[in-house]
């Protein structure tokens, strides 16, 4: 319904723009078609995607860089820190754009966290053959305000950032638009679509957690109990207790380790707390990065393990660098807004002895300096759950099989409309439309192209032979999970 009434639109617009404007305020393009010949060369100048780029108001030139078949750009816009007092302060964030066309559909990507600068075709953007931009989440340097408000980060703040982005190259890419995101991403994405449900054509989030009642986390403790094989969770699980019970040996090589590179323990309180909290990790990182396959790396009998041998397959999966002053500084404003509304898991360890486990999973607030006050908002998650139950429409969720954070997925209730939740097998937290049994697969296919408004005729009368309509480049396309350590979506 929402697609008819936009392209009604847009096709009353157009209407309007041809009989009134009239050659004085055609494109060059359309010059060229009715005069027989090339655009002049002021018409190509003007006509020119980066020049088009910014004229937006509030849009500047960090730099572009190069890629066959695209332009991209890494850009600033100026933001305002509060979108309900806009005249209260500006930021600049930074956002990306990889160019192909501007009569193709535009994917809207945000990984929720900082963006990156090297050009990268997300799924979405592959399926639909289409442009992409991608935005810097508030608050991820260099996209924070100076001083911080951190009162100000919050998923309402964000999404404003989204739909002011969204209008603003609007006026350049005129065909459909489809959110995406993945993990935090996706999340985002999500709670874009709660809060301007008007803007985007299609939402496709991946791997979105969906933590409704931060205190009910039991649905986690479920998962550990069956993922994978039981020979991989022994043997994972002997790792993890067998790294408590040599703390003393293994927390004075962290100590050496971190004299080395400079590390410190202020934010988390010290060296014991920043030890648990990798060992902690462990199981929950080799599931949400690895593969069944991948037990075959792990210490089949942790008791007779080296030191040297449980220490680095903690450190690989988990990271001991990350519980450092260094290691969570990058990432305060995930915690801020996990400690204030997006909620965080909290597992059990029936596979240890309570003596050994002196913390336990450690709350936001330890990640955070102590000095950035921080109030957990209750029922901003419920909100969002609810709305999407009742409202969602034309999207697509798809979670991993043995990914922890899909133990507590975005379901759907009655009142959604063309909207699915798909499980790819066996896969991780980088589970992808790819990555579904074939008849989903095509199934989903088929929606991305069809709310891009691109699904050939074929696909509209058999979305079984859906597939990409862009293929695969293997430095522009991303597939795999982007590892982080420690936990966290």
Not at 31 to 46: C, H, I, M
Not at 223 to 242: I, P
Request: hydrophobic residues 35%; glycine residues 8%.
């Amino acid at each position: 319904m929402r697609k008819a009434l936009r392209w009604l639109l847009a096709l009353a617009v157009l209407i309007g723009t041809v009989s009134t404007a009239q050659a004085a305020t055609a494109s060059p393009t359309l010059d060229f078609a009715r005069a027989g010949g090339p655009p002049s060369p002021e018409a190509t100048v003007s006509a020119d995607i980066k020049d088009r780029l910014l004229s937006v108001p509030g849009m500047s030139l960090i730099e572009e860089k190069p890629y066959p078949g695209y332009r991209f750009f890494v850009l600033n816009y100026t933001q305002p820190v509060d979108h309900r007092h806009p005249s209260k302060g500006t930021f600049q964030q930074r956002i990306t754009v990889l160019h192909k066309d501007t009569a193709r559909p535009t994917v809207f990507y945000t990984g929720g966290y900082s963006v990156s600068t090297t050009p990268s075709r997300r799924e979405p953007t592959q399926i639909v053959d289409g442009n992409q931009v991608s935005m810097e989440y508030r608050y991820f340097t260099p996209s924070r305000p100076e001083p911080a408000d951190w009162s100000k980060l919050d998923i309402w703040q964000a999404a404003g950032d989204q739909h002011r982005v969204f209008k603003a190259l609007k006026k350049i890419y005129s065909q459909n638009w489809i959110s995406t995101g993945g993990s935090k991403g996706g999340m985002t994405a999500t709670y874009y679509e709660r809060f301007y449900p008007r803007d985007m054509d299609g939402v496709v989030a991946y791997v979105a957690p969906n933590d409704v009642v931060n205190g009910e986390d039991s649905a986690y403790d479920r998962f550990f109990e069956t993922v994978g094989t039981a020979e991989c969770r022994a043997r994972l699980n002997g790792v993890q207790r067998e790294a408590l019970v040599r703390r003393a040996p293994l927390e004075e090589k962290y100590e050496a380790y971190a004299a080395e590179n400079g590390y410190t323990f202020d934010t988390i309180g010290g060296l014991d707390r920043a030890y648990e909290a990798v060992v902690l990790d462990y199981v929950w990182g080799f599931w949400q990065y690895s593969t069944l396959a991948d037990c075959a790396d792990i210490p089949a009998d942790a008791k007779n393990a080296t030191d040297d041998e449980i220490w680095t397959s903690v450190d690989t999966i988990s990271g001991f660098s990350f519980y450092t002053d260094q290691g969570l500084a990058p990432y305060t404003p995930y915690y801020y807004q996990a400690g204030t509304q997006l909620g965080a898991p909290t597992i059990h360890f029936p596979h240890i002895e309570k003596k050994y486990i002196r913390y336990g999973y450690q709350p936001p607030r330890n990640f955070v300096p102590r000095d950035i006050p921080m109030r957990f908002q209750p029922f901003v998650m419920d909100d969002v759950d609810a709305w999407v139950k009742r409202n969602a429409d034309q999207m697509l969720f798809v979670y991993g099989e043995n990914d922890p954070w899909g133990a507590e997925p975005f379901r759907l209730g009655r009142g959604a409309r063309d909207s699915y939740v798909y499980t790819a097998p066996g896969m991780n937290h980088g589970a992808n439309v790819a990555g579904l049994v074939a008849e989903e697969k095509a199934a989903a296919t088929a929606r991305i192209l069809d709310w891009a408004g691109v699904a050939p005729a074929s696909v509209r009368a058999d979305p079984s032979v859906a597939k990409p309509l862009a293929k695969f480049d293997a430095r522009l396309d991303r597939r795999d999970v982007e590892r982080e350590p420690a936990l966290r979506p």
